[in-house]
């Protein structure tokens, strides 16, 4: 996992993340409540995208050789390309399913595992954008709005707002102690 993570924090990701923060930072922000619930599901949404990213790709890639074949063989198309997709379906979930704890902890690291995994559908797209000729603007377009709303909720992933947070649940269980040892002290006064 360290090697992993270390991939997605090394010098050229953080340049290319300072310059884009830079360009997302003078768009239109969403609504704090609307950031908190994305924050809230992420986790949930790339467990279960990473795992159907797998079974897809493993699909895409084993059944080359049935329906897929006679579909090429009409158009054109080399099963490399089959193999090429269900390969990178492959690879974007592992990465996805890595994603999910350190989300779900709201590390920075699992920002950046989604900061790539933009990147790497935009990969995906782009092969499927040269084998067919169309749907570049649909590519370019996910890929804008991936990193809109990355850079809309990269604050919640931020050491300082972990350090918020965590003060905020101590803060929470603290005066629940207090509630619970108030009423103990008041029922043991009323016997």
Excluded at 125 to 131: E, I, Q, R, T, Y
Aim: glycine letters at 4%; one cysteine or more.
């Amino acid at each position: 996992m360290k090697n992993i993570t270390s991939l997605y924090t090394s010098p050229i990701i953080k340049k290319l993340d300072k310059n884009l923060e830079q360009i997302f930072k003078k768009a239109p922000h969403l609504p704090k409540a609307l950031v908190g619930i994305i924050v809230k599901i992420i986790p949930y949404l790339i467990l279960i995208s990473g795992l159907l990213l797998v079974i897809s790709g493993f699909n895409t890639i084993y059944s080359v050789r049935s329906p897929h074949q006679l579909i090429s063989s009409w158009y054109g198309i080399a099963p490399v390309y089959f193999y090429l997709i269900g390969l990178l379906r492959i690879l974007m979930g592992s990465i996805a399913l890595i994603a999910y704890k350190p989300l779900k902890n709201r590390k920075l690291n699992g920002w950046f595992i989604l900061f790539c995994l933009s990147f790497l559908e935009l990969i995906m797209n782009l092969c499927s954008v040269l084998l067919f000729v169309s749907g570049l603007l649909s590519a370019l377009l996910s890929l804008l709005i991936n990193l809109y709303v990355l850079y809309e909720i990269k604050s919640a992933y931020s050491p300082l707002q972990n350090l918020i947070n965590k003060t905020k649940e101590i803060k929470t269980f603290v005066k629940k102690e207090i509630k619970n040892e108030t009423k103990k002290i008041t029922n043991k006064s009323k016997k």
